[in-house]
């Protein structure tokens, strides 16, 4: 595996057309069902069709990374209090050739400007424990104890808008 680029020029985007999903699917196939062995049954679901997908992308066009936002009913039923004043990030993944350049945090801010879009109060998430610093980074408290999701150890974080 090759150091990340730090130079590395890059949009983060909404996800609008059918191109960009499939470049979001790709995304996430490579990060979740190869590299981390995500069952692939699981890793696409019913909130796909509704969520708003964010996509980055290289100048050139090539996907470095993905997230996504559920809101109003498929949000209250994610993020644990029924609350449909919260959004729920979920699916952020970036390709290893652009983790530590500043593209997830980027996506994490896409989703959140999209959540505020909407009205949302607050985002919830469910991260994978390695990944919390990250996130704390980005303002998110975790909460509630240590769970498995797809034979990951998970733990919840919300950040208030």
Do not use: W
């Not at 509704?50 to 994610?78: I, S, Y």
């Not at 983790?99 to 505020?116: K, N, Y």
């Not at 994978?128 to 303002?139: K, S």
């Amino acid at each position: 595996m090759s150091a990340p680029d730090r130079a590395l020029s890059y949009v983060v985007r909404v996800a609008e057309d059918p191109g960009d999903r499939e470049a979001c699917f790709a995304v996430r196939k490579d990060v979740f069902v190869v590299e981390q062995k995500v069952p692939e049954d699981i890793e696409y679901d019913a909130y796909d069709a509704e969520a708003v997908h964010v996509l980055a992308v290289r100048a050139d066009g090539v996907p470095l990374g993905t997230g996504r936002l559920l809101h109003g009913e498929a949000a209250a039923a994610k993020n644990g209090d029924g609350d449909p004043a919260v959004g729920s990030l979920g699916r952020l993944a970036v390709t290893a050739q652009a983790r530590g350049v500043g593209v997830g945090a980027a996506l994490v801010r896409a989703v959140e400007d999209a959540a505020r879009a909407r009205g949302l109060t607050a985002v919830d998430l469910h991260a994978q424990t390695h990944a919390l610093g990250f996130y704390e980074r980005l303002g998110y408290e975790a909460y509630g104890p240590e769970f498995p999701d797809a034979g990951i150890p998970h733990r919840a974080m919300r950040r208030a808008l």
